[in-house]
């Protein structure tokens, strides 16, 4: 079936599968967040993106191949509320962006900085650090090299905008500059977007809008 990213809580994953790697999307309440795994298809390694809650949900999705690693995109709660569970069943490595760390109350294993890499199997992922919505905020790139790249988000970019900065304008302005010369810049317009909450998109769909974002502030 071909994949959409269109997922609902309590509904089935979604499954994006690219010849080197899989990606399957799930969401779980309350607050409708979207966890992701990837799984490499040479080595059958997986790694979670964001543990949101739902243990049981994340656990069954994991299946008895386990996970080698989870990474939190921010310190945010909403993100992190069924880490400690699947680290306790899996035994999987930590991995957050270096300046929230200090907001996870599970341990961080790896602390990432911009341009480190996120390995599942034989497959790496680009580290970068987007300020803003978090002092810590960090998206994962995935350059497919047999098609376009895959970024996920987690909060610092949706269909319609960046994450929310608490309505200051400073950090508004950062997210979106840094939103736009690390993604939007050296990223084509075919690259697909995971976000941390409801449906995917692609850079291209988004990056006519950037000017109206910056005009309208948020």
Same mark, same amino acid.
């Given at each position: 079936?071909?994949?959409?990213?269109?997922?609902?809580?309590?509904?089935?994953?979604?499954?994006?599968? *690219?010849?080197? *790697?899989? /990606?399957?999307?799930?969401?779980?309440?309350?607050?409708?967040?979207?966890?992701? *795994? *990837?799984?490499?298809?040479?080595?059958?390694?997986?790694?979670? /993106?964001?543990?949101?809650n739902e243990p049981r949900t994340l656990l069954t999705l994991i299946g008895e191949d386990g996970i080698a690693s989870v990474v939190t995109t921010h310190r945010h709660p909403d993100h992190w509320q069924a880490l400690a569970e699947v680290v306790a069943a899996t035994g999987a490595r930590t991995q957050a962006g270096r300046d929230d760390v200090e907001g996870i109350p599970v341990a961080t294993d790896v602390a990432l900085a911009d341009g480190d890499q996120v390995r599942v199997g034989r497959v790496a992922l680009t580290v970068r650090h987007l300020v803003g919505h978090t002092p810590g905020s960090i998206a994962l790139v995935y350059d497919d090299l047999h098609g376009h790249p895959h970024v996920f988000t987690g909060d610092c970019l949706f269909p319609g905008g960046v994450g929310h900065t608490s309505k200051d304008p400073v950090a508004f302005v950062r997210l979106l500059d840094d939103v736009e010369e690390k993604i939007f810049g050296p990223l084509p317009d075919e690259t697909w977007v995971y976000p941390g909450h409801g449906k995917d998109t692609t850079l291209g769909a988004e990056r006519p809008h950037l000017g109206e974002w910056r005009e309208r502030g948020w």
């Open positions: 079936m071909t994949y959409s990213g269109d997922v609902r809580v309590g509904g089935p994953a979604d499954v994006h599968e *690219l010849r080197d *790697l899989m /990606i399957s999307k799930v969401a779980v309440g309350p607050m409708e967040n979207n966890a992701y *795994l *990837l799984r490499c298809r040479a080595t059958g390694e997986q790694a979670l /993106i964001d543990a949101a």
